[in-house]
């Protein structure tokens, strides 16, 4: 056994590459001493980094002071070595020695390529233009402002010179070149040692010096073979030939060439490693961007999203001709990251059998991600072609030529119908945008500009992927928005802010498609309706990743989601893993610019995280509670319902007691109305089907009480779920119905105990019993039930909440009957004040009364009193009195509070003499009495004021049985 000192001693002399790093803290034998202490880092929760380029320099050895004996034992116990390596690492970014071997390789390479740099001078003036054009980029990306060269001219005469004021710059340019250069190089003899041994071609050492000759044997210009590929034809770094002197070690060297991964290639491929200056990037390489989980997202993303959108299905490939080419293209900021993470993601599921594969182009704007990028990296999937066509049992020249083809023809296309400028000729199936870091001065038209500039390249049903950190539905920018989404469709967007360790995930992307040219027309119609609503598919990702490796859990719930849901007929989803990571989905609706759903974080909107979770365990969907069928118009086809048993047909809606109508008339607020089955005929007449849908319900549970479902869909969170399960047109409607989420506990039938019943016993009050009431009695008694609502709404809900809402019916009566009715003159607000009045007979002198005998024989004014009946005219307010026989004997005048009290007066004095009611009728003055019925208007506020506070309390009680869960 090895003496910990010594162990330590050796572990402080090694330095370790990528891997073995869990935080920014080395790994040192002697960690399990101070277990306590790494514990606490590791516990912070900072994003675990999965390498380094170059680790800082050690400290010098020292002699630690170890614990007695006794104690080292039990902290060795403690150690577990896997608190310091990163799951699923298996050393692949440790240098193997044939990585050794290549690397000696590239360093004579770098001296050769250089050595050729030095002779520029002699070459050809498309290759010099070419170096020009370069270097102009370099100093660009260099931010180089002091050059002394302004010409083409200037360049090539200050070249070779040393002392030259741009020495130094054009120096390190040279590097830069013979670096790419040679990388190039090797990826093109990797490519074609791979495809060489695949078809069993015979290799000589003469053939690794001219590889592109080679290769254009196989892939023959004008033959069945040929390709269109920028990494196959010259380019800026295809000049590069090795010296005869080096074909012997080349051709040692091709069978580790052939065994290095894309990790050891990039590696291996460093400027530091031939002693070249970094390039001034704006961004550094993000770790978590080059994982395998995160391609895996991407690609998958890219693949399956559209084909679930689109209602079809991505099937195994089944003929020999390949796979379908889709066109990918990558740009924006850590590309080197993306490219890694991609073909990691590719490798890992290469083993299955594919029916449309991703054809990558990575290319930026900038000299460090620009052409050079992308020639690389087709290289490298040119080699992945040869290795996936041994897996999936293809011909590998074939399957290439089948892809690139299919690649080339769809630029064709594109070239013929809009008239690209762009020489490569390329339309694009899929473009993924990553903006991570944006100006600090106008972000938003920033990204819409990108996303413009990247949609020209972009087929017409192309999707682009826009990865940002800059919010695209921004309230101030709902303008700008609304004219962008003329030409574009926002799909769907990802949430990632609620999701902490994610490193340099972007927190919001968006999935966009062009609109075709009718759609575009439409919508720039002068006649076209400003408010158009549509339909956004919104995910938000949530949670701690304490490890990186944990993401993939997102993407095997949210592929499972693609394959057991449906994208238009699924309002509202909710899953979480076992580590408290959770996956959201909701359909939002785009209006004006602006999205509908909440977006603040408060707690009472429903796009809260907390708020969503608790929504969705507290809630069932609709068809939990009610058998949903479509009920159709008379002008449809459909027959009436004929009982098998007895031979009797029934219409259709004769067999539903409830009537659910959905109203599309304002697709910003949907609207649910219940109500009886037998008016369903006269809702359909009124209403008419073009935007409102009927259906027929039939309770699965005893004892349902239809208005909670009213009241529910009322409240503030009732309406933004039935605006969120609804919205996406009037399809599907049934089914977005049978998922429309509703409390659980409507269905819990459990019933107040009867000892505790009397204290609630007010909300039991009547229409009438209420009218009659002093308003002070009405509060008093209200306050006193709000006692103990919060308790019996916790234990008892569906009973106290049925109370609540048959109160808030009652109160509703009441309001109507104010605005329809005369006033009730034995509530105490008018019967006390009233009798305290002086009164006057209305006969034979009264001022505010007017009499008129309608009848000729006088004897009739003794005929008893049959029915008396209010008017108006364009002479004001009267009362007619009737006998018995229906003959008018007298009409009485005055203002409306007057008639209004005589009726009142007279409701039980049918069967009396008219002229005995005429002589004993006694009234109060009119302007008092009105002033008495200006007391009644209390009664009328206080029943409106008690109806809020009702619903308040409805809908506390709903939040309390939501945030409950």
């Not at 006649?527 to 956004?536: D, R, Y």
């Not at 909710?574 to 974080?601: R, V």
């Not at 939990?624 to 009797?648: A, D, M, R």
């Not at 809606?653 to 089955?677: C, G, H, M, Q, W």
Request: proline content about 4%; hydrophobic content about 40%; aromatic content about 12%.
């Amino acid at each position: 056994m090895l003496d910990p000192i010594d162990i330590i001693t050796r572990t402080q002399r090694t330095r370790f590459d990528k891997g073995l790093f869990l935080s920014n803290r080395l790994f040192k034998a002697n960690n399990w001493l101070n277990s306590n202490e790494f514990s606490a880092s590791v516990a912070d929760g900072d994003s675990i980094p999965s390498g380094y380029d170059e680790l800082p320099p050690l400290p010098a050895t020292q002699n630690p002071e170890l614990p007695p004996i006794g104690d080292l034992n039990t902290e060795i116990s403690k150690f577990a070595l896997s608190q310091f390596i990163i799951p699923e690492w298996k050393g692949e970014s440790l240098l193997s020695k044939e990585a050794v071997k290549v690397k000696r390789l590239l360093e004579k390479l770098f001296d050769d390529a250089l050595s050729q740099i030095e002779d520029f001078n002699n070459k050809n003036n498309s290759i010099k233009k070419s170096v020009y054009s370069e270097f102009l980029s370099y100093a660009h990306e260099r931010d180089i402002n002091d050059l002394h060269i302004d010409t083409f001219t200037d360049f090539w005469l200050e070249y070779n010179n040393d002392h030259s004021a741009d020495a130094r710059h054009i120096a390190n340019f040279k590097k830069i070149l013979a670096f790419r250069a040679i990388t190039v190089y090797l990826f093109k003899i990797r490519f074609f040692v791979v495809l060489g041994t695949d078809i069993s071609m015979a290799f000589s050492e003469n053939d690794f010096l001219t590889p592109d000759y080679c290769l254009r044997k196989i892939f023959k210009k004008g033959s069945s073979t040929e390709i269109e590929s920028d990494a196959l034809q010259q380019n800026q770094y295809s000049w590069y030939r090795p010296s005869g002197s080096l074909k012997e070690l080349i051709y040692k060297t091709v069978s580790d060439i052939n065994g290095l991964s894309l990790a050891e290639i990039l590696k291996l491929c460093r400027p530091h490693t031939f002693n070249i200056e970094h390039i001034a990037e704006k961004e550094s390489y993000s770790h978590s961007l080059s994982t395998r989980t995160f391609g895996l997202f991407l690609n998958q993303l890219m693949v399956e999203f559209p084909a679930w959108l689109e209602m079809r299905k991505v099937s195994t490939s089944i003929n020999g001709k390949g796979p379908k080419a889709i066109n990918t293209f990558y740009s924006g900021q850590y590309l080197q990251s993306l490219s890694s993470a991609h073909w990691l993601a590719q490798e890992f599921n290469s083993n299955i059998k594919w029916s449309e594969i991703l054809c990558p182009d990575f290319m930026g704007e900038n000299f460090a991600d620009g052409h050079y990028l992308k020639i690389c990296h087709e290289l490298h999937f040119l080699s992945f072609l040869v290795h996936l066509a041994k897996k999936q049992n293809y011909e590998a020249v074939q399957l290439i030529c089948s892809v690139f083809k299919q690649k080339q023809r769809k630029g064709q296309e594109a070239t013929t119908l809009f008239s690209y400028a762009d020489s490569s000729h390329i339309s694009y199936d899929r473009a993924l945008l990553n903006l991570v870091t944006l100006p600090k001065k106008n972000p938003h038209h920033y990204l819409i500009n990108k996303i413009n500039q990247t949609a020209n390249k972009l087929a017409q049903n192309g999707y682009i992927y826009v990865f940002t950190n800059q919010k695209l539905f921004v309230p101030s920018q709902s303008d700008r928005v609304e004219q962008f989404l003329k030409d574009f469709k926002v799909e769907a967007s990802f949430n990632f802010e609620d999701l902490k360790g994610r490193g340099e995930i972007a927190n919001f992307l968006y999935i966009i498609t062009k609109r075709n040219v009718n759609q575009g027309r439409a919508l720039r119609a002068p006649n076209a309706l400003k408010a158009q609503k549509e339909s956004l598919l919104s995910f938000n990702l949530t949670g701690q990743l304490s490890q990186f490796g944990k993401f993939n859990k997102f993407v095997a719930e949210l592929f499972s989601f693609f394959k057991t849901k449906t994208p238009h007929a699924t309002p509202i989803f909710q899953t979480e893993t076992e580590d408290g990571l959770g996956l959201e989905f909701h359909q939002d609706a785009i209006l004006e610019g602006k999205l509908l759903s909440a977006t603040t974080n408060s707690n009472a909107q429903f796009t809260h995280p907390n708020y969503f979770k608790n929504l969705m365990k507290s809630c069932v969907p609709l068809d939990q509670f009610f058998i949903i069928e479509n009920l159709h118009g008379e002008t449809t086809s459909v027959k009436s319902v004929t009982s098998e048993l007895l031979g009797i047909t029934f219409k259709q809606e004769e067999r539903f007691p409830i009537l659910l109508i959905v109203d599309y008339t304002n697709e910003a607020a949907i609207k649910i109305e219940l109500t009886s089955s037998e008016l369903y005929k006269a809702k359909l007449e009124q209403n008419g089907q073009a935007y409102f849908q009927y259906f027929g319900l039939i309770p699965k549970i005893n004892d349902i009480n239809i208005n909670l479902f009213r009241d529910f869909f009322n409240t503030p969170v009732g309406n933004q779920v039935v605006q969120i399960c609804l919205n996406g047109g009037a399809t599907k409607v049934k089914s977005k119905l049978r998922s429309l989420l509703i409390p659980k506990f409507f269905g819990q039938n459990e019933y107040i105990p009867k000892h505790i019943e009397p204290a609630v016993r007010f909300l039991y009050t009547q229409k009438e019993e209420l009218l009659a009431q002093h308003p002070n009695h009405i509060g008093a008694n209200f306050n006193d039930v709000t006692k103990v609502l919060a308790h019996l709404g916790k234990n008892y809900p569906w009973h106290t909440l049925s109370l609540l809402s048959n109160f808030k019916y009652n109160l509703e009566e009441c309001l109507s009957e104010f605005k329809h009715t005369d006033v009730n003159f034995m509530n105490p607000l008018v019967k006390e004040p009233l009798c305290k009045l002086e009164t006057y007979p209305v006969y034979p002198n009264n001022r505010d009364i007017y009499l008129s005998i309608e009848t000729t024989d006088l004897a009739d004014i003794h005929a008893p009193l049959g029915e008396m009946v209010s008017k108006y005219d364009e002479n004001g307010h009267f009362i007619e009195l009737y006998s018995a026989a229906g003959a008018c004997i007298v009409k009485i005048h005055a203002e409306a509070a007057m008639i209004n009290f005589i009726k009142f007066v007279l409701t039980n004095a049918t069967g009396m003499k008219i002229s005995n009611i005429i002589q004993a009728l006694k009234v109060p003055k009119t302007d008092e009495l009105k002033l008495v019925l200006e007391n009644y208007k209390m009664l009328s506020e206080s029943i409106s004021k008690l109806h809020g506070e009702t619903l308040k309390h409805i809908v506390a009680l709903l939040g309390q049985q939501i945030s409950a869960n």
